[in-house]
């Protein structure tokens, strides 16, 4: 990363990505140019299909454009190999998706531990499964904890490697209402807390009361970009 505070976590120009299976072409991404500073909270919101999830998994470094750049700091990830991309990967990015994909035999603590091994700045265990509230829990299986807790042992998998990233797809389109705010609520305290870039994909609209800009797309482009005069705690949320 590039030691500038200033400077944009990520830039992206002329983003296109299309798939293409036999002779049918998808357009994912039409030409979509975006900026994202470092410590801020971004929500990218649109409908299914528009293209949220293949911009998220481009910056992340798990796809590659079709055309255009994209650079995390000053690391161009287009055209990177897959050992530089697995390291990014690794050093830099947290993920935390939909589904939870905790190892079922193994506890809270466990499954937290294992990024520590591929880490080379890990935080303490145990600090990691403090922020995420689930302290009294670390030593229950996956299967003895519910859907939130469970989201929430993921954000601590993700954030204990202290990433500059937090990639999120989707974060709480499995939990209730209830729950879903309360993995909001993690979510925002480590953007808060450890300055960790956030950057939440969702088709809530009621999401984007919480974010520093709110970036919406439809049909692969970049609809509106909207920046919240003043950002909304997850309790102030409704849906």
Not at 152 to 160: E, F, H, L, N, S
Request: with cysteine.
């Amino acid at each position: 990363m590039q030691a500038d505070p200033d400077a944009p976590v990520f830039v992206a120009r002329g983003l296109r990505k299309v798939y293409r299976t036999g002779e049918v072409e998808v357009v994912a991404l039409d030409d979509v140019s975006l900026e994202i500073r470092r410590g801020e909270f971004i929500v990218l919101l649109g409908p299914s299909g528009s293209g949220k999830s293949t911009l998220l998994n481009i910056l992340g470094g798990l796809d590659a454009p079709s055309a255009g750049e994209v650079r995390f700091g000053d690391h161009l990830l287009t055209g990177a190999g897959e050992a530089e991309l697995t390291r990014y990967r690794r050093e830099h990015v947290g993920f935390v998706f939909q589904f939870y994909n905790l190892i079922p035999s193994l506890t809270v603590r466990e499954n937290v531990a294992l990024v520590t091994d591929i880490a080379p700045h890990p935080m303490d265990i145990d600090e990691a499964i403090a922020l995420v509230g689930l302290t009294p829990r670390s030593h229950h299986f996956p299967a003895q904890l519910s859907g939130g807790e469970q989201q929430r042992v993921a954000i601590a998998r993700a954030i204990v490697k202290r990433p500059e990233v937090l990639l999120c797809d989707e974060p709480t389109g499995a939990l209730d209402y209830a729950t879903g705010k309360l993995v909001l609520e993690v979510i925002e305290r480590i953007n808060r807390d450890l300055g960790t870039t956030a950057v939440v994909i969702t088709h809530n609209a009621a999401i984007a009361g919480m974010a520093d800009r709110v970036i919406r797309l439809g049909n692969g482009r970049i609809a509106a970009v909207e920046r919240n005069a003043r950002k909304l705690s997850p309790s102030e949320l409704s849906w």
